[in-house]
């Protein structure tokens, strides 16, 4: 069954939604940020000799290592580790400080777009003290001999907004591809109860004609051998059409018209002993209610059939209604899977039924539909 106006999901992707989020695209733009701790180890080289600049190298290597944690954690969702190794990038970018100065903030820029993207509610705040922070600290320490880094503010707040969309991006990717998911699934369920409903229908109306004929040809037998063999003819013929319709019913195409289901009842019925009072036109019915009506008629005579042991059975026929009435002892049971499948091929027309029991004795199956504009009952 296709999935209209939808692109087909894949199934590793139906399997896992956030397969997305975790490829390689998230995985370059983790990778990219890499470049800002090797911007600072710049700052090292022209600020820092001896020990002091292994020192300033050693931290910004500790830096990348932790950085690549904290990316794993996130995909991990494990939020503990994660500030954890925020907090272990801080102190790092802290220590950077002395050593590589103003290109110590391109290891800030790494900390404030994570911290941006993954804690949403405090993110403006964070991005706006880190950017504040690389503006005042170089002005403000002296012996850097450095203005106001605007710089260092431009990409801080370039990167965490550049880092913040793409998180957005992407987890709203991974919410549309979870919800085409679903759609598909429940298009499945679908379709396999509307394939469990016709077949009940289909079967249950077929098999019970060709029970009732194999009966009536062997009451025959002995007494006219003709007609119990034209009579076993004619379930040969319905044999052939159930495993037609079951055919059409599992490959999603049948058809069920009310005239053919009131001619087809018609014989069911007398075959059975029942007196039918059927309508011989439909044309009062319109065309976009023939089918549903075709499956109240197949349902309702079936079950007349079936439980009610009737002398008379009538179906009635309006614009909007059709009812099914019967002299016997009852009708199917309102919970039966024939009436379950019946309800909901109303309800999804937007119609109601009623089925019960008739004073002083019968069983009535009514079907009615609302009224559209231009269409009276």
Sequence with gaps: MGRTGHEPVSDAVAADPQRWARGWRRMLLAAGMLAYPFVSAVGVAQYATGAKAVVGYLIVAGFCCCYVLAAVSAVQRARFRLRLLLGAMTVLFIAQLPIAREFAFFLGTVIVSFAAGFFRRHAVVIVAAGALAAVVVPWAVPSWHSGPGWFQAIAVVFTAVTVYAFSEMANTNTALLAARAEVARLAQEAERARIARDLHDLLGHSLTVITVKSGLARRLGPSDPGRALQEISEVEALSRQALGEVRAAVSGYREVTLAGELARGRELLRASGVVADLPTATDLVAAAHQELFGWVVREGLTNVVRH?????????????????????????????????????????????????????????LRVTLAPTDGASA
Excluded at 345 to 350: D, F, I, K, Q, Y
């Design 308 to 364: 009610a042991r009737a002398a008379h059975c009538t179906v009635t026929l309006s614009a909007l209604e059709v009812e099914i009435r019967d002299d016997g002892i009852g009708g199917a049971a309102a919970g039966g899977n024939g009436l379950t499948g019946l309800r909901e091929r109303v309800a999804a027309a937007g119609g109601s039924v009623v089925a019960g029991p008739l004073d002083p004795h019968g069983w009535q």
